[in-house]
Every structure is written in structure tokens, then in C-alpha cells.
């Protein structure tokens, strides 16, 4: 058993969670925060909302994630509580609706980043069996959250790729949907073949029961989270 | 493994993930763009053509039904995992299958039938879109309560209530723009890099 304990992918944080939390926790802040609001209470959820997933990635050991978020959610109140009030009219309105929508995505997009980046693709497909989704719904789920990331990477490879040839900006939208879309779908598809190999040499799709490495399961922390999630989504719904 | 041509196998499912994947993202980006108020409206528009793309050369994996249903319940998944609510789940279950039932009478092979499944399938974005008519002073509030009263004000100008049936049709006609788009798109590059075998 200590074998196990010592692989890299079971040490990967100080406070482990559960996939299944996790998965709780991004609808929870995703949703309240994507809404909006206009209750008091919500005033102090939002923010502790807000905050959360930075802590969670903090608790994770990503540094580098917390440094960054952490930036760009003060350069975003900055903006919205010093220099909104002194704007008006149009200004005003470019400036509030850019706020307002990063203020409202940014949140569930960092809790999506910590859902992705500290969870393997194993931990995840092992939650997924125990929430007895199907194979049908648990396969293409797991491919998808195992190819995020690299459509992402490819995505801005190709950018660079084609920016370097000079076909960066807006000047021919046609142009720059055809020379990126088509590249990346390329390659996507490519590693997908791959992927889809390997997965199959695996074992996936064979008729017997996959057995799974990963220990999942609920602790003090995931009760803790649970809890909150749910008086949030209490606070949501009635306020 | 099961070798019956009518059952989803593995490698099937794994397509089902790498297309719904690329999907999302493209659909993604197209999204970013519908912030800006005017846009909003465009939206159904813009998205159903941005991911025409990858969406016909999905269909040419395609021979079983079921694939493009779980493709539109998946992608109501990744939606509501974003907080879009519970609306873009039942959205995209039910085009998603309504299209595969099109795709299916065109016996996944037909040009004509594939084209009118990707406007059905394309309704989806509706599931987005509803909230803001359906529970129409609920919605305002709180975007004018998130984004300022000026965002919401200009958003409430531009979506009138006969808007909501026009992006239905909206909808509809950005997927057949995009299925004609990514047929084009197909002949001109997949083909000839041998990508269309499988």
C-alpha cells in the first residue's frame, strides 16, 4: 500500500478533495456567481465565492495560478471601485460591462482551471463510476476532460504559428477562421487517433469491469466544502 | 469486442469526446464575442458557423445513432458545469436528439438531411438564449444589478419579444450556413489530407 501512496499523481495537493466535490463546487460558484445578484446576503456569499477556488488552488501548491488570479481579481476591483465611478456615459458603459463580465465568468473559470488541473483523468473517471454514470456518457466525458488542455495549447501554438506569418489581426476573418480552425482540427484529430489507440490497447471498451488505482473519497474537507456549497445554494435560491 | 456494426463501441465514444471537445471550445470563443451587447443577438448566428467546422467532418465519423444525442447532452453537461443553468441541458438533449433522428433518415450519408440536422442541432444555443425571454424581469435585474443599469438597458433595447422566435430561425440558418461552410472547407482540405477514410 505504501508503493501506491508514494506515486506522483495521489500527492498532488496538501488538503485532498474529492472529484465529486470538486465537480459540486464548480456548478455552485460557476452558477451563483454567473447569475448575478441583488439580495444582501449575496454580497457577502459572492465575494467568499469568489475567493474560494483561489484558496483551493493555494491549497493545491499552484503557485504560479495564485499569483496570476490573484492579480487580475485585484486589478478588477481596483478598476470597478476606483476608476468606474469617475467614468460616465459611454466609457461607462464599455468599462461596467467589461468588469461585470469578467468579474462574473472569471470566478468559475478559475474553479474549472482547478478542477482540470488537479484532477487526473483516472480520479475523475473513477467519480464518475461511482456516481454510476454510464460508459456511454463516462467515456466521451473523460476524453474531453483529458483534451481541454490540449486543444487549448494547440490553439495558441497555432496562433503564434500564424501570427508569425502575418496572419494575426482581424483584416480577413475568413482567412483567420480558415488558417486556425483548420490546423487545429488537424491535429486534434490526430492526437485523438492516438489517444484513442492507446486507450483501447488499455482496455477501454473491453467487456470486463476497468479496475482503478485511484482511492477516492469523501473526507472532513469534502463534508466541510459540502456544507458551504450547500448553505450558498440555500442563500441563492431563497434570497 | 462486441463486433455488431449498430452498437456505440469504444472507439466511437472516443470520437464523441475529441469532436464535442473541439466543439466547445470553438463554441467557446464564439461565445467571448457575444458580450458585447449588440452581438448578443448575432450570437445563434455566429456560433452555429464558427462550429460548422469541425461539426461536418464529426458527421463523416458518424454511422450510429445516438452519437450526435450524446453530443448535445454532453455539451448541456459542460454548459451547466459553466453555470448556464438547467435550461442548455434540456436544449441540447432534445435537438441533440431530434438531430440525430434527422441525421438517421438521411441514413448519416445524405447531404440534404445532414445539412437540415446541423440548423436543428444548432438550436441548442436557444437553451443559452431562453433565459433572457422566458423569465424576462428576473434576468434584467440581476444584469443590470452585475453589468450596470446602461449594459442592460441597451441589451433590453435590442431583444424585443418577437426576437425570440426570429434567433429560432436565426439559429436554424447559422447552422445551415455552417454545415455549407464546413462542407466547403472539407473539400478543400481534410479530403485531400486523407482524413475522410474512417
Redesign the interface.
Same mark, same amino acid.
Not at chain 2, 145 to 148: D, E
Given at each position: 500500500m505504501n508503493a501506491v501512496c508514494d506515486l506522483p499523481f495521489e500527492k498532488k495537493s496538501v488538503i485532498p478533495v474529492d472529484p465529486r466535490t470538486k465537480l459540486f463546487l464548480t456548478i455552485t460558484v460557476s452558477t451563483i456567481m454567473m447569475s448575478g445578484s441583488v439580495g444582501s446576503v449575496m454580497n457577502y456569499i459572492r465575494p467568499c465565492l469568489a475567493i474560494l477556488p483561489v484558496c483551493l488552488l493555494l491549497f493545491s501548491k499552484r503557485w504560479k495560478a495564485v499569483a496570476n488570479f490573484s492579480l487580475t481579481y485585484f486589478i478588477l476591483f481596483a478598476l470597478e471601485i476606483e476608476v468606474l465611478p469617475l467614468l460616465s456615459g459611454f466609457w461607462n458603459f464599455l468599462l461596467g460591462a467589461l468588469v461585470g463580465i469578467y468579474t462574473h465568468i472569471l470566478p468559475g473559470f478559475v474553479m474549472g482551471y482547478y478542477l482540470i488541473d488537479t484532477t487526473t483523468v483516472s480520479e475523475f473517471v473513477a467519480a464518475m463510476e461511482r456516481m454510476y454514470i454510464p460508459q456511454k456518457i463516462v467515456i466521451p466525458v473523460s476524453v474531453i476532460f483529458r483534451f481541454f488542455p490540449t486543444v487549448i495549447e494547440e490553439y495558441f501554438s497555432i496562433s503564434d504559428a500564424m501570427k508569425m506569418r502575418g496572419i494575426a489581426t482581424l483584416r480577413s476573418p475568413m482567412k483567420m477562421l480558415e488558417y486556425r480552425v483548420v490546423p487545429l482540427m488537424m491535429c486534434v484529430v490526430k492526437i485523438g487517433e492516438e489517444l484513442s489507440a492507446a486507450a483501447l490497447t488499455r482496455g477501454l471498451g473491453a467487456p470486463e469491469k476497468r479496475t482503478n488505482i485511484c482511492r477516492i473519497g469523501f473526507g472532513v474537507v469534502d463534508i466541510l466544502l459540502s456544507v458551504i456549497a450547500v448553505f450558498c445554494w440555500a442563500a441563492f435560491l431563497i434570497w | 469486442?462486441?463486433t455488431k456494426n449498430n452498437k456505440?463501441?469504444?472507439?466511437d /465514444? !472516443?470520437?464523441?469526446?475529441?469532436f464535442?471537445?473541439?466543439y466547445?471550445?470553438?463554441f467557446f470563443v464564439g461565445m467571448m464575442a457575444g458580450?458585447?451587447?449588440i452581438f448578443i443577438v448575432l450570437l445563434p448566428l455566429i456560433c452555429p458557423i464558427?462550429c460548422g467546422?469541425?461539426f461536418m467532418?464529426y458527421l463523416t465519423k458518424v454511422k450510429i445513432f445516438?452519437m450526435v444525442t450524446?453530443t448535445g /447532452? !454532453?455539451l448541456g453537461?459542460?454548459a451547466?458545469?459553466?453555470?448556464?443553468?438547467i435550461e442548455v441541458l434540456v436544449a441540447g438533449l432534445v435537438f441533440g436528439l431530434l438531430a440525430d433522428l434527422i441525421f438517421k433518415a438521411g441514413n448519416y450519408r445524405s447531404l440534404k438531411w445532414t445539412i437540415i440536422g446541423n440548423g436543428v442541432f444548432s438550436l441548442w444555443i436557444m437553451g443559452y438564449v431562453s433565459r433572457m425571454f422566458l423569465a424576462r424581469d428576473a434576468y434584467f435585474?440581476?444584469?443590470a444589478?452585475?453589468?450596470?443599469q446602461?449594459?442592460a438597458d441597451?441589451l433590453m433595447s435590442y431583444t424585443p419579444g418577437w426576437v425570440f422566435p426570429t434567433l429560432f430561425v436565426v439559429a436554424f440558418l447559422g447552422g445551415v450556413l455552417g454545415a455549407l461552410l464546413g462542407r466547403a472547407?472539407l473539400k478543400k482540405?481534410?479530403e485531400k489530407?486523407g482524413?475522410l477514410d474512417a
Open positions: - | 469486442m462486441d456505440l463501441q469504444a472507439k /465514444l !472516443i470520437n464523441v469526446g475529441i464535442t471537445a473541439i466547445f471550445v470553438l458580450y458585447i451587447p464558427l467546422i469541425p467532418l445516438g450524446l /447532452l !454532453i453537461l459542460l451547466l458545469l459553466m453555470g448556464s443553468g435585474a440581476k444584469v444589478a452585475g453589468y450596470g446602461e449594459y441597451t472547407v482540405h481534410f489530407a482524413m
